[in-house]
């Protein structure tokens, strides 16, 4: 640059100098002859002079960014040769591997195999379900989870048997076919729902009943296990018997026929104590022959209402009988003659049932 071009464009303190700056590029004196009168040379000279600035600023960071990703590139490729000459397969670590563990690592496998024989993990599992056996022994939780599971599993049948003595006694004396089906399996495939099936020699009718021993069952459960079993056993009546009363919802009660074959019943109070000496299977067994006759014999009509209400007293005598009867275990005094009251109560319930049973079978 020779002196004249320097004096021309100058820099100090004061900021950027032009002088007698003389400029030919006919581009660049053709887009300022064409600027409109009101606009200022100085200020649009300004501002193109920025806009270069801002653009060769950009120009210098897409040539850095770029040499920075190409930097990146090689380093990636040159860092992905590396580790396949090192572990890809017939690299340096695999060499190593084969040499030490065998072909596809096969010793380290057998190492490392909690189920093959003698394996140290195989041995390690083997100790330390040794050693938690022994401590369950001494703490009697393994005594404690048989005796549980027995007790569960014989739960269900001792209720069973006991059921099982009272329907042979009824239908002795009626002259009816008991027979235990809840180990076969009956009209449905894979289900053997309906634990007894006592037949009624006189009409040729089924009963099926479903033994249940349950901390809690719902209504919607009966039901279902009631149709499955009528179903299942081609019956014409279904009775679910619970255990104890306290597992059957509180809108069932102790006993109540729902849909004209469907009915529930309990045989145990709150405290373990069988309500009516055992009578309640009798009683329902009666009520549902009772139904079947009358659907044998179309012409007979019956007083819903007045069976609906008597129905309504059992209910309330069973609940005021299951009162007197706890009351029993706690009275010393007048025990003689709370029982009294008690039988009497039973034999009332007795009476109001007969005379329902006998109502509809006139």
């Not at 640059?1 to 303190?13: F, G, I, N, P, Q």
């Not at 076919?177 to 634990?195: E, F, H, N, P, Y």
């Not at 009358?294 to 129905?311: F, G, N, Q």
Request: include cysteine; aromatic fraction near 6%.
């Amino acid at each position: 640059m020779t002196l004249e071009e320097k004096d021309r464009v100058s820099l100090d303190e004061q900021g950027l100098h032009l002088k007698e700056f003389l400029i030919t590029d006919t581009d660049i004196v053709s887009y300022f002859g064409n600027l409109p009168e009101s606009e200022s040379l100085e200020e649009k000279v300004s501002n193109l002079i920025r806009i270069g600035i801002a653009v060769s600023n950009s120009v210098s960071t897409t040539e850095n960014v770029n040499y920075v990703e190409k930097a990146f590139e090689n380093l990636g490729s040159d860092f992905t040769k590396k580790l396949n000459d090192a572990f890809a397969d017939g690299g340096k670590f695999s060499d190593v591997i084969a040499s030490h563990f065998g072909e596809d690592g096969k010793v380290i496998k057998e190492i490392f195999d909690p189920n093959r024989i003698g394996s140290p993990l195989q041995i390690l599992k083997q100790d330390l379900d040794s050693s938690l056996y022994e401590i369950r022994e001494k703490l009697g939780i393994n005594t404690a989870v048989e005796k549980e599971k027995e007790r569960g599993t014989k739960k269900g049948f001792d209720f069973e048997d006991q059921c099982e003595e009272k329907l042979q006694w009824i239908a002795r004396i009626h002259s009816d076919k008991l027979d235990r089906t809840g180990d076969t399996q009956g009209k449905i495939t894979a289900s053997k729902k309906g634990d007894f099936v006592l037949t009624l020699g006189d009409i040729n009718k089924k009963i099926v009943f479903e033994m249940k021993d349950k901390d809690s069952v719902s209504e919607k459960y009966i039901h279902s296990e009631l149709k499955e079993a009528i179903e299942n056993r081609e019956a014409d009546y279904g009775i679910f018997v619970a255990r104890g009363k306290d597992s059957l919802p509180d809108s069932v009660g102790w006993f109540n026929e729902y849909d004209g074959n469907h009915l529930v019943c309990a045989v145990e109070n709150g405290d373990s104590e069988e309500v009516m000496d055992g009578e309640i299977i009798h009683i329902a067994y009666k009520w549902a022959r009772a139904r079947l006759r009358i659907e044998a014999s179309k012409e007979k009509k019956t007083d819903s209402s007045s069976i609906l209400s008597k129905t309504g007293e059992i209910q309330d005598k069973l609940g005021d009988l299951s009162k007197i009867k706890r009351q029993c275990t706690n009275i010393d005094k007048s025990t003689e003659a709370i029982r009294a009251t008690t039988k009497e109560t039973e034999k009332a319930i007795k009476k109001q049932v007969e005379e329902i049973i006998e109502s509809m079978s006139q």
